[in-house]
């Protein structure tokens, strides 16, 4: 019995070791979080406290390093470019050739616009942090940026504190491990492999996330969407000269480009002005079918007409003769 005793006062004690090193690793946030808003300077501490009835104040522990930071780097950058294929195969390779890898890639064909068939393409890419700059230089050097975000998230809070879970858990296992391995009883063993599995389970847990993390932080991601055009200019600053002789120049390539796309579009669309011209001629001819058919059929009558003595003029209407013209005359008054 006093054995029996003396572990589950062993296992309590484990438990409150276990409670005591979360408490202090939920100290350890909020006080770094208060140190972060109250201080202009990038390093900060990471503070480990046992509080105390009579004392409020916590012992600080060395610095982190700047270099110790955790931080997630993300880029959102848009180009456009004239050699759409060209460019997204350099993407590819030039990520390969620094470490990384295209996690995913959406290329969408477009449909014709007025002068080109335009596409585009979404690319996520995953670049080793140390090498993103280098990166992203490329990339600038051989397409016009239209849009650029950068984004840096310090996680060093939440990695530590995962950190501190962690330990806690595993001290924990620790002494379970030495309590399961002293049991005597059936009904010890099942209840320390119980709590055993529930630590097991928290510990994977916080890997997990730890490897998130780490893959975040070690590979810096670039979203990156391509552009197709037919010509474009990189921005800069130009004078009130050159924007008037690019502009004129803008414009005779325009000029010159909507003649050619009018015989281009002029000879897609045969086939379907040979229909056309087909249905028109088809309906010109019916009408002057009808056309003849009705003169004829007029000029029939007409002699028809001239044989019973009925005379026209030269504009093809009727002369009455004398006894019509005599009944038409109003008689006088007697």
Do not use: W
């Not at 006093?2 to 276990?18: D, N, Q």
């Not at 099942?190 to 730890?210: K, P």
């Not at 002699?303 to 009727?318: I, K, T």
């Not at 009455?320 to 007697?334: G, H, I, N």
């Amino acid at each position: 019995m006093k054995k029996y005793t003396k572990r589950v006062f062993a296992v309590l004690l484990a438990l409150g070791l276990f409670a005591g090193l979360l408490g202090c690793s939920s100290n350890t946030a909020q006080t770094e979080s208060m140190d972060l808003e109250g201080s202009s300077s990038d390093a900060f501490g990471t503070y480990l406290a046992e509080e105390s009835p009579a004392q409020d104040d916590a012992e600080s522990l060395p610095q982190v390093a700047d270099q110790d930071r955790k931080r997630i780097k993300t880029v959102n950058m848009t180009v456009e470019t004239e050699n759409f294929d060209g460019l997204i195969a350099r993407v590819s390779d030039r990520a390969e050739a620094l470490g990384g890898y295209l996690e995913s890639s959406n290329i969408y064909n477009g449909s014709y616009t007025s002068d080109y068939r335009s596409r585009n393409a979404s690319l996520t890419i995953r670049i080793p942090a140390g090498q993103l700059d280098a990166f992203l230089k490329d990339v600038e050097g051989t397409a016009n940026v239209i849009r650029k975000e950068e984004e840096v998230s310090d996680v060093t809070l939440q990695y530590v504190d995962l950190e501190s879970h962690k330990k806690a858990l595993l001290a924990e296992q620790e002494s379970l491990l030495s309590l399961l391995e002293e049991a005597e009883s059936l009904d010890e063993v099942l209840a320390l492999n119980e709590q055993l599995t529930q630590v097991r389970y928290q510990l994977e847990s916080m890997e997990s996330q730890l490897r998130t993390y780490d893959n975040k932080i070690d590979y810096s991601t670039v979203s990156l969407t391509v552009e197709e055009v037919q010509r474009y200019e990189p921005y800069a600053p130009k004078s009130a000269g050159e924007r008037i002789r690019e502009g004129f120049m803008q414009n005779v390539y325009r000029v010159g480009n909507g003649i050619s796309e009018f015989f281009i579009r002029l000879i897609i669309a045969l086939p379907i002005l040979a229909v056309l011209a087909v249905i028109v001629g088809l309906f010109l001819l019916i009408v002057l079918l009808c056309s003849r058919i009705s003169q004829k059929r007029a000029a029939a009558r007409r002699a028809r007409l001239e044989q019973q003595g009925v005379r026209f003029n030269r504009y093809g209407s009727r002369i009455p003769d004398s006894k019509e013209k005599q009944s038409d005359t109003p008689k006088a008054d007697q």
